[in-house]
Structure formats: structure tokens, C-alpha cells
């Protein structure tokens, strides 16, 4: 997020007022993916209870669901602890602004959708304020994806058990992390394997190379130079192999626009642009870390991870994180399925042969279709019921 955007987005405040009285439900969302999450989930709950009211302060796919976006604060989003200190008025405004929403319309159910480091403090500062049911007022705080405390961070489940009322989470392990709280949690099930989700892309050994390299705009300023130098490396061992790199919004568009027009021209005629809404069938994947490795994962798409984060966040998480990899199907299953490059790691002849040994080795798509498998059966949901049942289920609790 660049100093115009803070600037252009915080000009629409104040938030508008809810259409119709107090909502059932303010969904807080920050990232990208959050919003996609929160749309699956908003939208079984409405298709189940027509009757319910949400706002949302998220993002544009969460509106498209029936909920009353109140600010999309998806465009607004960074990652990593230097970006969002080198934001920190910015959303310490969009903080007050949301508490202030709050107290005056009072949502019945405030559901926080992963963002942990703003939605963490905003539950916290809830309570503090006695507007949430832990702190003596009405609204239900609740969370849906929980925060990677198995990765970092693991004494936050404590604070979560004060300040919040439930949790749903969508990987079946992290159970086990909060048995010793005292704060109901329950899987849901991913929504990535739930019914009537059509994935964005899928496999196939004809299909062009998929090259992603992710959705905020810190991250991607990052990862697209390195994802297109081990892409551009590949090409000199088989010119004609196209590629595909899918954005989620316009400004990240346009932000890979720049970084092919600097880019040869031979390179530049074997890349499309293409919208993240529009199906692909790929042979192979480059990507970064984030959710749209793991739809590759369910795909069975072979490929590799390239991640490059600014150099403190990266030594601060080398520090802190606990776990040996940083892709979620890798954590999930058995054995890894995706090699990951990481930093100086991500150099590209290191991802050209790995290009090269996904589209040329019949083993190596043998072994990916499997291990998909195994993770589609890891997270498929559980018979009392997905996200949208859960969400209907505190709203009930609360009226």
C-alpha cells in the first residue's frame, strides 16, 4: 500500500450507517483471500437465512454476496511488521473508526476473518471497551481462520480464549492447539473442498505455466521479478512455453504490467494477463506462499514456491516461526509437496529446472495427483455442518 492509497481511502471516512437497523453480523476482513473466505461463508449463510443482515468492512467479493461493504479495506492491505508500522496512522484511524461503528450500531455478532494483527487487537480492544460479551456487553466476537498460532506466536491462544467467543477453524489440526483454553472451537472444513466451489485453475499437461505471485502489493513488488527471472531462464530451454499470471485486482494489474514492460519483448509476448476469476488449466506452477498455493495444491498442479519478504520481516520470522516450511499443503500433509525457494534461494535457474522437471517428469505428476488427494480428504468438512452453519449458529446465540 503506497502513501496516495492510504491517503484515498481514508478520504471515505466516516463508515456509512447499516441499510436497515443494527446487522446480525459485521464481518471484518483485510486481505484479499479474507474477503474471498468471508464471501463463501456470508453466502451459505444467507442462502440458508434470507432474513439475516451483514456489513461487511472488507472487500468487493463479500458485497457481491449480499453483504453492505462499509469500507474495502482489502486495498488497503500490507504484510509484514515494517510495512504496517510504515502505515501505522493510517490504520490506527481505520481501528478507530471501526470501534466507533461498532459502538454505535451494535452488530449482534462482530466476526473477525484472519487479518490476526489488526483483528486480534480490535477483539481485545472490544472487550476493553465492554461491547463484546467477555466484556459485559452484547455483541458476540468471534473468528473464522485461525491465526497461524502453530506457526508463530502459539501463547496468543490464551488472549483469544479471554477476548473472544468462538472460533471456526478450517484446518482440522489446529484443534488440538486451543484444548487447553477454555474457548469453543470447531472445524468447518475448508472452503476450498466444500460444495459448489469451482477452483480457478486445474491441471492439465497441455496447459501454459502458471505464474503467481500473490495479491498484496508489498508481496508481489517482491516475488514477481523472481518468479519471471526463473520463468524467463526456462524460456531459453523451451522457447515456446507460454505462461499465465493471474491477478486479483486491478491495481495488481497494473503493478505486473510495469514489471513486463521492463522485461524483453520476447518475454513479454509468452506472458497473458489474465483476471482471478477466469478458469485455467496449467501444466506447472510457480507461486508465492499464500492461499493460491494451496488451490494449486487441491488442483494438483506440480510446481514450486518462490517467496521473498523484506529482509527484517523475513530474520524477525526466522526467529519466531516454529514450523519447516512455510507452504500449507506442505504443513498439511505427510511429505511436501511443493520444493519451496526461499530469499537467496529463489535464484532462476533453481526454479527453471524445476519448471522443467514438473513438465518432463511423468513421476513427478504422479506423486502430486496423490498427494492432493490426501490433502482434499484432510480438509474436507465435517458432518455438523460448514462456516455459513457456525456463523447461523452464533447469531442464534446472540439474539
Same mark, same amino acid.
Given at each position: ?171 482440522? %489440526? ?59 531462464? %526456462? ?19 497494473? &503493478? ?118 490426501? &490433502? ?14 457456525? &456463523? ?8
Amino acid at each position: 500500500m503506497d502513501e496516495s492509497l492510504a491517503h484515498s481511502a481514508a478520504d471515505r471516512l466516516p463508515f456509512p450507517p447499516p441499510r436497515a437497523g443494527p446487522p446480525d453480523v459485521l464481518i471484518i476482513a483485510g486481505e484479499h483471500s479474507g474477503d474471498e473466505q468471508a464471501a463463501r461463508m456470508v453466502s451459505a449463510l444467507l442462502s440458508r437465512h434470507p432474513s439475516m443482515s451483514v456489513a461487511a468492512i472488507g472487500g468487493p467479493t463479500v458485497q457481491t454476496v449480499g453483504a453492505q461493504l462499509l469500507f474495502d479495506l482489502t486495498a488497503s492491505s500490507v504484510v509484514g511488521l515494517v510495512e504496517v508500522i510504515a502505515h501505522f496512522d493510517f490504520f490506527k484511524r481505520i481501528f478507530a473508526e471501526t470501534m466507533q461503528w461498532i459502538r454505535e450500531y451494535r452488530p449482534k455478532v462482530v466476526c473477525f476473518v484472519d487479518y490476526p494483527g489488526f483483528n486480534l487487537r480490535m477483539a481485545a480492544a472490544l472487550r476493553k471497551a465492554g461491547l463484546s460479551v467477555k466484556g459485559g456487553g452484547r455483541a458476540r466476537a468471534v473468528y473464522y481462520i485461525s491465526p497461524q498460532i502453530w506457526a508463530w506466536k502459539p501463547r496468543r491462544r490464551f488472549a483469544m480464549a479471554k477476548n473472544l467467543d468462538a472460533l471456526a477453524t478450517i484446518f482440522p %489440526f489446529e484443534l488440538d492447539w486451543y484444548k487447553d483454553t477454555s474457548l469453543p472451537v470447531r472445524f468447518v472444513g475448508h472452503p476450498f473442498v466444500s460444495e459448489g466451489y469451482i477452483s480457478p485453475v486445474a491441471y492439465s499437461p497441455n496447459g501454459p505455466v502458471l505464474l503467481l505471485p500473490g495479491s498484496r502489493v508489498a508481496a508481489v513488488k517482491r516475488i514477481a521479478p523472481i518468479i519471471l527471472n526463473g520463468y524467463e531462464a %526456462f524460456l531459453k530451454l523451451r522457447p515456446q512455453t507460454e505462461a499465465v499470471m493471474i491477478h486479483p485486482s486491478s491495481q495488481i494489474k497494473k &503493478l505486473l504490467e510495469g514489471e513486463l514492460a521492463r522485461r524483453p519483448t520476447t518475454l513479454r509476448e509468452m506472458v497473458r494477463l489474465q483476471r482471478k476469476d477466469d478458469a485455467t488449466a496449467a501444466a506447472a506452477v510457480l507461486t508465492s506462499s499464500g492461499t493460491i498455493s494451496l488451490v494449486c495444491a487441491l488442483s494438483a498442479i506440480p510446481g514450486a514456491i518462490a517467496y521473498r519478504a523484506n529482509p527484517m520481516t523475513y530474520l524477525l520470522g526466522r526467529m519466531l516461526m516454529q514450523v519447516p516450511y512455510i507452504g500449507i499443503a506442505n504443513l498439511l500433509l505427510p511429505e511436501p509437496m511443493y520444493p519451496e525457494f526461499i530469499q537467496r534461494a529463489a535464484v532462476p535457474a533453481a526454479l527453471s529446472a524445476e519448471l522443467m522437471d514438473c513438465l518432463t517428469s511423468r513421476s513427478r505428476v504422479e506423486r502430486t495427483r496423490r498427494l492432493s488427494e490426501d &490433502l482434499r480428504n484432510t480438509l474436507t468438512r465435517p458432518p455438523d455442518g460448514d462456516a455459513g452453519d457456525w &456463523l447461523a449458529d452464533q447469531v442464534l446465540a446472540g439474539r
